[in-house]
Structures are given as C-alpha cells and as structure tokens.
C-alpha cells in the first residue's frame, strides 16, 4: 500500500484553499513568472523570426530537429496511416465522429434571424491536439467535428501536435499514426508535426509555411494555454482547456472502486487534479484504500502518485449542502456525481463546472471518447465563465440594422437627445442632417 496517499484525505480545512489555488495555478502560468515570461518571448521570436524560431523552439523543447519544409505531414503519410489503422478501431473511431456530429448539429443556434441577426463560419481553425504524455487523437474528433458542424471547411482546419522523441527511434519527429488517421477521415490536410508554445504562435502570426488562423482551440498543458491567452487579440481561443481535472460528489451509495478508479483516470494524465467531495467519512476512508491499492497497478504508477499528493483530496463535509457550496466554488473541468437517486437532484444545484457526469454510470471517460458533447472543456476554475467547446464556438455573429425614412424620423429626437447628453455632436447631427432631407451636390446647408 502506498502510505504517502494517506495526507489527501482531509476534512474541510486550510488545505482545500490551498488545492484549490493550486489547481487554478496549474492551468497557465502567472504573466510575471519566469515561465510566463519565456512564453512571451517564444511568442514574439515566431512573430519576428517565423518558421526559424519554430524550427528552433521544436528542438530545444521536443528534442526533434525539423526543417520548415519538414513541418507538414504530407498527404501519402495522412493516407498510409488510414489504411494501416485497425479496422475495428477505425469503425469505433466513426461511431465515435457520428456521435459527436449528431450531438453538436442538435445543440447548434447558429440560425439566421433575417433583418435581425446573421451568423458566418470562422473562416480559419487551428487545433491544438496533445501528444506529450499520451497520443490524443480523440482530440481531433471533439474539436474538429463541431468546427465541421459549424460550416467550417475541413481544408481551413489546421492541426498541429508536438512530435514524438520517447517511444523508439523509428517514431522520432512523428506524429501518432491513429491521429493522422483521424485527420484523414475529416478530411484534414493540414498537419503540423510542432507543438507548445510555438505552435500557437505560429497559428496566430502565421509563418512563411504556415498560414495564420482566426481561432485556436484545444487542450494542453501550461505552455500551450499560457501562449493562446497572449495571443488573444491576433487570434480568438475557446478557453483555458488543461490540465485535466475531476472532482466527483459521492455518497454512501456510491462504489468507492469505482470513484478511486474515476481519480485515477486523470491524475494519470500527468498532470491531472482528482478531486472527491462526500458526506461520508467512512465511504473517504474506503475510497482512499482502493486509490492505492488500485494506483500501485498503473503503468504510470510513479507520476500518477506524484500529481495525487499535488492536486488530489478525499474531503469528507458535514453535510451535502457544503459539499455543493464547495464544488460550485472549486468550478472544475469534469464533475462526476454519483450519489444513487439522489445525483440528477444534486446536479440540478451545480452552477459552475465544464461537464456534468450523472450517476454511477457515467465516467468520464464516456465523455472524453463518446457521448457527443466536446471533452475540450475549461480549466483552472474558469467553468465560472467560460463554457464546454461546442459547434457554436465557430461561429460568429453580425447584427443586422436597417431603418427607413419613417422609422428614423420616429426615433430621431431620442437618439440625438442620447448622443448630445454623452458630448458626441457628429453623432446626433448624422440624425439631424437627414431630417434635413436630401440636398444637391454642392449645396451649403448648416
């Protein structure tokens, strides 16, 4: 068993502030930090200095010595990577594609109200899709597919993921084949093997082999959120998406393998905060037991302990009613609530969190590969504003005005009235020089 676990089961304390602080902070780095600081300064070395800055950064960060002409997948290498993929995972991989798809076309609100509002695809997306500590190329799917859904062309879609240097020789400067395969399915071309703070860069600004975009969306890790905040402005972004994190309400009804094994899949991620709020003391003490018996059998066993003592809890309250106060203040990416036929009542008192998993049924995992909502959700306790990825993040949206004669003169004397009382007098005579009506060429009118 391992003992040093025994620390993240707590009742509510000074500790949870601090845990919750840390996971705000695991989300992108402070602006004054020396991290912060090296981001800006990648971001402006690709702006100036372009695809030899990001040749540059990919070997200092990546260990992969790339030429800018080397940059793009090419379309044998997108192609070789769909015919070689296991059929049966390629078949789960459409199923999953047609979830998502039928999902995002039924929440989409992007519908014209003519002489109202009119809404338009965001011409250019780029998608960040990790491949650091694991190949993610569901990532594709749940950025890509509701862009597609928006009416955003797969051949404006552009993908970078960081090149692979761990496995084995062979895969050094690649990205994973499953990937690739799935960019292929969609109909993407444009595949960037550069990843970080670089590669957001690069999206934003634009380099000699890589065109700029208007949107950048997807998970990563600090370096990757930290640069698409700074880059706001040239570039829209969807949220700060990563690192991954869980907080799961339980009861005494709940399984309490089942809840240390939902801890576990994202600490594993590495880092992954897993959170678990109760009313139980007894169902945290059973919890914390599975979680190490359980984590000593991971293959990433060591990291994912590491990064339980960093951001996990077991928290055991008075009563749920905290329980709720707490996770409504901690806002978390993920929130699993498994409390038998208590949970949809529970949930139906969340007002801050980027998902909502109901009942013990209901992992995250079914969301991050399945269900049909987007697992590029917030981070970092921004679930209080910012909002799950979906289809209606790609578009945007024009107010349509348009008066005639009659209606003008209607509304002339409250609209100048309006402009004068703010000291805008051009303002209120571009109404007072209609009331005029028309003149001739040439005319002196006041």
């Known amino acids: 068993m391992n003992e ?67 940059f793009q997948i090419s379309n044998e290498d997108l192609e070789k990577a769909h015919k070689e993929i296991d059929s049966r995972l390629l078949a789960s991989l459409r199923q999953a594609i047609a979830n998502v798809r039928e999902y995002q076309k039924e929440i989409f609100t992007g519908h014209d109200i003519p002489g109202k509002i009119t809404y ?9 899709v990790p491949g650091a500590s694991a190949p993610l190329p569901s990532t594709v799917i749940m950025t890509a597919v509701p862009a597609i859904v928006a009416g955003v062309k797969p051949e404006d879609i552009a993908v970078v993921s ?60 600090k370096w990757v959120q930290t640069a698409k905040k ?43 905060s897993a959170v678990v709020f109760t009313d139980s003391k007894k169902l945290a003490e059973r919890i914390l037991s599975e979680l190490k018996s359980q984590v000593e059998k991971l293959d990433r066993s060591k990291e ?10 077991i928290v055991f309250f008075d009563n749920m009613d905290d329980v709720i106060r707490w996770a409504n203040n901690f806002a978390m990416e993920h929130l699993e609530i498994q409390c038998g036929d208590k949970s949809k009542e529970i949930a139906a008192r969340i007002k801050n969190a980027g998902a909502i998993f109901i009942g013990n049924y209901s992992p995250v995992a079914v969301g991050d590969y399945w269900a049909g909502p987007s697992h590029t959700l917030p981070t970092g306790l921004t679930a209080r504003f910012f909002s799950a990825l979906s289809a209606n993040d790609f578009i945007k949206s024009t107010s349509i005005i348009e008066y005639d004669k009659k209606k003008l003169a209607e509304s002339a004397d409250d609209i100048i009235r309006l402009a004068e009382a703010e000291g805008l007098d051009a303002h209120a005579k571009s109404i007072k020089i209609r009331q005029q009506g028309p003149r001739k060429a040439g005319s002196q009118q006041d």
């Not at 930090?33 to 695809?51: A, C, F, H």
């Not at 309400?249 to 939902?262: E, K, Q």
């Not at 994912?304 to 809890?313: A, D, Q, R, S």
Request: aromatic share 6%; glycine share 8%; net charge negative.
């Open 4 to 70: 040093e676990l025994d620390k993240i089961l707590i009742s509510p304390s000074k500790r949870l502030v601090e845990i919750r602080s840390a996971v705000m902070r695991a989300a992108a780095f402070d602006s004054v930090s020396d991290e912060g600081k090296q981001v800006l300064n990648i971001i402006n070395k690709v702006r100036y200095e372009k695809d030899k800055a990001v040749a540059k950064f990919t070997k200092d960060y990546d260990e992969v010595d790339l030429r800018s002409d080397e």
């Open 120 to 128: 338009t695809p965001i011409q250019r997306v780029g998608i960040c």
């Open 162 to 221: 960081p090149p692979r240097y761990k496995p084995n020789p062979e895969a050094k400067g690649t990205i994973h084949p499953v990937t690739l395969a799935v960019c292929y399915e969609l109909g993407i071309y444009q595949v960037y093997r550069i990843g970080g703070a670089q590669a957001v860069a690069a999206l934003a600004f634009g380099t000699e082999t890589i065109p700029n975009v208007d949107k950048i969306v997807g998970p990563g890790n």
């Open 230 to 272: 700074k880059v706001i402005g040239w570039a829209g972004i969807d949220s700060i998406a990563g690192p991954s994190e869980v907080l799961i309400i339980a009861n005494d009804t709940a399984n309490p393998a089942w809840v240390a094994a939902d801890m576990l899949s994202q600490a594993e991620h590495a880092p992954g």
């Open 304 to 313: 994912t302990i590491k990064y339980l003592k960093e951001f996990g809890l």
